[in-house]
């Protein structure tokens, strides 16, 4: 029963619907309603419509705007390419030089430390082994070193040299000019023994017979009409014909001594760089070189201060006058002293360089050097 009663209930509310949704699809359906639809869309066209033009537009504006910017750039001429090419070379060469500054400047500090060393070595701890060995009585000592210079380089290197290029428009000027003036003067001379004048500087100076050169001339212009005016146009116009040319030539030639020159320029920076590479690595090789020096000198100056204090102590506790009354075992610390000591001075007197290369005495020196002290710090550890 009382499902009936809802299924009723429902059915009324459906019932109610019904006339409400045919009066509004009666309502959409009227005229008044169909040409709203239509102004609706028709706008919406003209919305869209006017989007696609303007965005035509701004387009072609951007096109025309970027065709006017490549017709303002002028084509580079040919003396600007090369002055460009004079400019980057002028960089290129500081570029490589300075790499070899740096590293020139590199040595000359490491140089500077090695030197500091080896003069704190000798005034202290080799001043001390000496004198040492000396008081008890120890012969055939090594030599002392010489006095400590900074190692030098004998060919330094140098920036390269660019060169500057003109048009030759000043000597073109001053050349046609020369050109025109003799042109012109070649005409007055010309024309003064054609009008049997006497080429002498008082006839010449004279205007009645520069007229008549003049008309000369005009005669062969004009035959009719000898007039002075069309001779001295004539040579005028001839000279300054002349002294163009001779403008263009100069300055073609100036254009062509450019071009070989900035040929050369190429060739030759490119040999400079290959030189300054060269020079940078040996630099290189060679400050390394010094530093493994510096190394083993710092080695022999630790082991050297020990070998001063065990001296110390056998001088003070037996009190000998002469080498052959120490115990054996100071006579083999008095040896090895001394051995220590002539290897250190050895390398220490040995010259490092020649120029940029390696000295193979150094290398040898070193080498030598380095052996026998790992040989004693290998001792005292084993």
Do not use: C
Not at 73 to 89: A, C, I, T
Not at 120 to 148: P, R
Not at 189 to 216: E, F, H
Not at 226 to 233: D, F, L, R, T, V
Request: glycine fraction near 4%.
């Amino acid at each position: 029963m009382g499902n009936t009663k809802k299924e009723t209930t429902e059915e009324k509310e459906l019932q109610q619907q019904e006339p409400l949704q045919e009066e509004t699809n009666k309502e959409k359906n009227t005229p008044e309603a169909k040409s709203e639809t239509e102004n609706k869309t028709v706008e919406k066209e003209t919305l869209e419509s006017e989007t696609e033009n303007s965005a035509i537009k701004a387009e072609a504006k951007e096109t025309i705007e970027t065709f006017k910017d490549s017709a303002k750039e002028k084509p580079k001429s040919k003396h600007q390419e090369l002055l460009e090419k004079v400019e980057k070379s002028k960089n290129k060469a500081k570029e490589i030089f300075n790499s070899y500054a740096q590293i020139e400047e590199k040595l000359q500090e490491t140089s500077k430390n090695l030197a500091k060393l080896e003069n704190k070595i000798l005034n202290s701890t080799v001043a001390d082994s000496l004198n040492i060995m000396k008081e008890l009585g120890a012969d055939n000592l090594a030599d002392e070193k010489a006095a400590v210079k900074e190692i030098a380089l004998d060919n330094k290197e140098e920036l390269l040299k660019v060169k500057d290029i003109s048009k030759g428009r000043f000597k073109g000027f001053i050349v046609g000019l020369i050109a025109a003036a003799a042109t012109a003067a070649g005409a007055l001379g010309v024309g003064a023994k054609i009008a049997d004048i006497p080429l002498n500087l008082n006839s010449l100076m004279q205007k009645a017979n520069w007229d008549a050169v003049a008309s000369k001339y005009a005669s062969f212009i004009s035959p009719a009409n000898a007039n002075p005016s069309i001779g001295y146009a004539a040579v005028g116009v001839a000279s300054l014909l002349v002294g163009a040319l001779a403008y263009k030539l100069i300055t073609w030639l100036q254009g062509r001594k450019n071009e070989k020159y900035i040929n050369s320029l190429e060739n030759d920076l490119e040999g400079y760089q290959k030189n300054i590479e060269e020079k940078n690595s040996k630099l290189e090789s060679l400050i390394e070189h010094i530093n493994n020096i510096k190394l083993v000198m710092q080695k022999y100056d630790i082991i050297l201060q020990e070998q001063n204090a065990k001296l110390k102590r056998i001088k003070f506790i037996e009190q000998v006058e002469t080498p052959a009354n120490l115990h054996k075992n100071s006579q083999a610390e008095l040896e090895k002293t001394n051995l220590i000591l002539d290897e250190l001075l050895k390398l220490m007197n040995t010259k490092a360089n020649n120029d940029v290369e390696i000295r193979e005495k150094s290398l040898e020196n070193l080498k030598s050097a380095n052996a026998l002290i790992n040989e004693v710090i290998k001792k005292i550890y084993s």
